[in-house]
């Protein structure tokens, strides 16, 4: 099976820095937040990646590609831990790569990779959200799918005051972490909300999607929402994960995912608790 990854948007929530670097290339530690995700899709046994990108996102392209004149140095400089690491980075994952021509929202760039994808049941990540978990969510999803197939997304609760920021589902719990939605709704107002259930970026669908997708109008924010177009497919499901979630799409879900990991990292972590205790002291 194959992983969608809509990098196409501006990140206008990290401007300025999104002037010159992809939001998805910005670190938590050492390494980008998207490396996090694509870990993720590995560890849930896929390794075909299609990027869906845009003009000035290919840093992205770049970080999951080899670098001979980089390993060569290393390899002179007897830097066989660092050569190691550039080396894991460019074998983690088979990537395409598609340009999205025109922002016209996440809708439009899941059609975008249509041609990469074809008519195939595939898994749709969106790198702002990172979730450490024991299982990982895309595995999650794929065992439920395995049950239920046609669509399933990941479901997190949220604040009532806060549904206007996300896509929200509603419909009867068949197991105490699965929806079966008959409702899905992008950003209401929390008093239009059938919820307080938002879709998190994780997705499994069926390659009917794009035909459901080149018939979806523009939607909340004069955008091609998918949302919009999961709502028309005949059966949909939702599984409530388990796992920390981060919202890296704005830089203090960022530095909370840094501090996140930073306090359980196998090395860097005595210092990032010492640093952290320091503030919380201040
Ligand atoms: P967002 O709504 O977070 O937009 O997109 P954005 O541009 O990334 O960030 P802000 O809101 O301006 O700060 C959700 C996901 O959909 C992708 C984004 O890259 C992100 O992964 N996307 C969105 C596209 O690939 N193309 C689009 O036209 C819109």
């Known amino acids: 099976m194959k992983a969608v990854l809509p990098v196409a948007g501006l990140g206008t929530r990290f401007l300025p820095v999104t002037k010159a670097v992809p939001k998805e290339m910005l670190p938590i ?8 995700v694509v870990a993720e899709a590995v560890a849930s046994g896929i390794d075909e990646l299609v990027f869906v990108t845009a003009r000035g996102k290919g840093a992205i392209e770049e970080y999951f590609d080899q670098a001979p004149a980089l390993e060569a140095t290393l390899e002179a ?9 550039v080396r894991r980075v460019a074998q983690l994952a088979t990537v395409v790569s598609i340009r999205q021509a025109s922002m016209k929202g996440l809708g439009h760039a ?7 994808v074809g008519n195939h049941d595939f898994v749709v990540i969106l790198p702002d959200d990172i979730v450490d ?3 990982p969510v895309v595995r999650q999803l794929l065992d439920v799918h395995a049950d239920t197939g046609g669509v399933v997304v990941a479901l997190k609760e949220v604040p009532r005051a806060d549904t206007r920021r996300y896509g929200i589902c509603a419909g009867p719990m068949v197991r105490p972490d699965r929806m079966r939605i008959d409702h899905m709704v992008e950003k209401p107002r929390p008093e239009d909300a059938p919820s307080n259930l938002s879709i998190v970026g994780r997705y499994v669908l ?24 999961l709502a028309r497919m005949p059966l949909a499901h939702g599984h409530v994960f388990s796992g920390a979630h981060f919202d890296t799409g704005n830089p203090v879900g960022l530095l909370g995912a840094a501090l996140h990991f930073g306090t359980r990292h196998p090395v860097m972590g005595p210092a990032v608790r010492a640093l952290a205790a320091k503030f919380a002291a201040n």
Do not use: M, N
Request: net charge negative; proline share 8%.
């Open 29 to 36: 530690l050492d390494r980008p937040c998207i490396e996090y």
């Open 133 to 135: 978990a024991e299982v």
């Open 77 to 85: 400089a007897g830097k066989r831990e660092l050569l190691c690491e």
């Open 110 to 116: 899941v059609l975008t990779a249509a041609p990469a």
């Open 206 to 229: 069926p390659g009917a999607i794009f035909e459901e997708l080149r018939r979806t109008e523009p939607g909340a924010g004069g955008e091609i929402q998918l949302t919009d177009a």
